[in-house]
């Protein structure tokens, strides 16, 4: 190693690792593989350790979970570890009672919720940092867990009957197997 590359290393010290780092991860399922190891591991912060630690803070959760957490980490390469609550996607694919949401947003309908459901996850996401620090109203807050169901393809609506939803249900379900199917028909024959 040359004079110059010796003097370079103590003057272009390693940067300090300190810092937060903001993702979502499934409540019971952090693990040292992609995407959460090397945006851990880049921060030198111990991964197995910390996936014990996240998995062990949110084993009161359902599994699987979505939670958008934050971690902040401190020059000793320590760090703390905060979630919010799940995702308004989760919350409006669960209150609509499905796995995915639409493929062609505007030009399909993924599934329906009401007014009252928007209120009750308006109220539970009212509580993360993120809307109190902006101090949004319950209208505001409102106004952009319809924008997500919209992005989504969740209708809104006033009222909904059960018995029309649950038929609305299977149909949708039955439309998605048959483009998957055609899908892969059309698959098989780009190959031959």
Known sequence: ???????AKKVFKRPDPGGTINTIIRA????????????????????????????????????GVPLPTFINI??????????NKPTISYFLKTAAGIKKGAKRTGQEKAGMITLKHVYEIALVKGQDEGFQVRDMSMERICRSILG????????????LDADDYGR???EREENLRLEEAAAAAEKDASKI
């Open 28 to 63: 019971g399922q952090a693990s040292p593989g992609p995407p959460l190891g090397p945006i851990i591991g880049q921060h030198g912060l111990p991964i197995a350790q910390f996936c014990r630690d996240f998995n062990e803070k949110t084993k009161d959760f359902k599994e």
């Open 168 to 170: 609305f249900l299977k």
């Open 74 to 83: 401190k020059p000793d390469r320590t760090y703390d570890i905060r979630f």
């Open 1 to 7: 190693m040359s004079k110059l590359t010796k003097v």
């Open 148 to 159: 997500s169901a919209r992005s989504i393809g969740i209708q809104v609506v006033r009222e």
